[in-house]
C-alpha cells in the first residue's frame, strides 16, 4: 500500500503530467508505476528504494547531490520527499534550486508530524508565496515557485568536526541528515571505550554513517583492514570525506543490509539503526542480526551497541554465542558475540 506522502502524490498526478519533473526520495518504488510517463525522472539518496525503482519505465540515479539529467537541460519540476531533518530539506532545496528552470515548481510532500505543516513558515524567506496545495491523510503537498536558477555548491554543506576520546583524535565530515554529523553520540562512544584489540583484522563497519566508528579503529589499530556500509548515501559521501580527512584507506559501499557484501570480516561493528523516520523500525537490525554470522569468519565476532530496551539480546542468541557484555549504563549496552 502506498504511503500517504505517496496517495496524496497521485491524487494529484496531474501536476506531473506534464513537463520533466525529477522524484526525490519517495518512500517507495510503486509512485513510478502510478506516474506512468517518460518525462519522470528518479532521485535517491536511500539504496533500498533505489534499487526497488530499478524496474520502473523511468530513469533512476543514486547519489548524494542531486544532477541535471544526461543532457543537461534543467527540470521543469523537483518533487521532494520531506526527509525527516529540517536542515536536509533546506538542503535538497537549495540543490533543487540549481537543477529546475526559472519559472520551474519545486513541490514538497510529507506527513504534518514529519514537520510538513511548517514548510511554509521554513521557506517564507526563500520563495515568493509557498502554497499549500493539498492536504489529505495527515500528509501535505506544498508548491513553491524558483523564479531563477541558483547556483549550488554541495561542498558547502560539508561540516568538518574533530573528535577525541582518550588520547585520540579524528577529524570527521558530517552532512544534514546523517547520524552522528554533529558529535559522538553517547552509544557509539560507549562502543568505542569498549572495544575489544582488533590487530590486523578485518572489520565491517555496519551502518556506518559519517565513518566514525570505522574511522577510528583505524587511528587505535593501524594495522586493520576496514569496510563501510550504509544506505544513505549521504552517509557513504560524508565516509569518504572523514577517511581523507585523516589519510585513511577503506572501502565504501551502499548496501541495503548486508546484500551486497559477499565476503567474510572477522570482526563486524556497528551502532545500528531503529528508526525509519519518526517511526520505531527494528526491521533493519533484525535482518541484519539474522544474516551477519554468515559474514563472519571462523572465530568471528559482533560488536554490537543499542538502547537496553531493544528486544536484540533474544534475536543475538538464535544465530550467535553471545558473550558477557562488553560495556553497559544506563541507557545503553554493548553486546558481544561470537560465530558459532
Known amino acids: 500500500m502506498l504511503s500517504g506522502s505517496s496517495q496524496l502524490v497521485c491524487r494529484n498526478e496531474h501536476l506531473f503530467s506534464q513537463g520533466r519533473w525529477l522524484v526525490v526520495n519517495p518512500t517507495e518504488a510503486e509512485i513510478f508505476a502510478q506516474l506512468p510517463t517518460a518525462n519522470i525522472f528518479g532521485a535517491h539518496q536511500y539504496f533500498d528504494v533505489y534499487q526497488q525503482s530499478l524496474n520502473a519505465k523511468q530513469a533512476q540515479s543514486f547519489g548524494a547531490e542531486l544532477t541535471l539529467p544526461a543532457d543537461g537541460q534543467a ?9 525527516k531533518a529540517k536542515a536536509h530539506t533546506a538542503m535538497l532545496v537549495a540543490n533543487a534550486q540549481a537543477i529546475v528552470r526559472e519559472g520551474g ?60 576520546l582518550d588520547d585520540i583524535d579524528w577529524q570527521v565530515a558530517g552532512l544534514p541528515g546523517v547520524f552522528s554529523a554533529d558529535g559522538i553520540d553517547v552509544g557509539t562512544e560507549l562502543l568505542l571505550r569498549s572495544l575489544p584489540p582488533i590487530g590486523n583484522h578485518s572489520v565491517l563497519d555496519f551502518a556506518c554513517g559519517a565513518g566514525v566508528i570505522g574511522s577510528y579503529i583505524l587511528r587505535r589499530f ?109 541507557k545503553f549496552c554493548v553486546y558481544h558475540a561470537l560465530k558459532k
Open 105 to 164: 515548481t519545486i513541490a514538497i510532500v510529507g506527513s504534518n508530524d514529519a514537520g510538513a505543516k511548517s514548510i511554509g513558515k521554513q521557506f517564507k524567506a526563500t520563495f515568493h508565496s509557498p502554497q499549500k496545495y493539498d492536504a489529505a491523510r495527515h500528509c501535505a503537498l506544498w508548491l513553491m515557485q524558483s523564479e531563477q536558477q541558483k547556483s549550488f555548491n554541495f561542498e558547502d554543506y560539508l561540516k568538518v568536526s574533530t573528535y577525541s
Open 75 to 83: 527540470f521543469d519540476g523537483v518533487l521532494i520527499y520531506l526527509p
Open 222 to 330: 593501524p594495522e586493520a583492514r576496514v569496510s563501510f556500509s550504509d544506505i544513505n548515501a549521504l552517509a557513504l559521501y560524508a565516509c569518504e570525506k572523514t577517511l581523507a580527512l585523516n589519510n585513511q584507506v577503506g572501502t565504501v559501499r551502499p548496501s541495503n543490509g548486508l546484500a551486497e557484501w559477499q565476503q567474510t570480516f572477522d570482526r563486524v561493528v556497528t551502532n545500528p539503526p531503529f528508526h525509519t523516520g519518526k517511526s520505531t523500525d527494528y526491521s533493519i537490525t533484525e535482518t541484519f542480526i539474522k544474516q551477519v554470522a554468515k559474514h563472519l569468519n571462523a572465530l568471528g565476532a559482533l560488536v554490537l551497541v543499542a538502547n537496553r530496551f531493544l528486544p536484540y539480546p533474544e534475536l543475538i542468541d538464535k544465530s550467535l554465542n553471545r558473550q558477557p557484555d562488553l560495556a553497559r549504563s544506563n
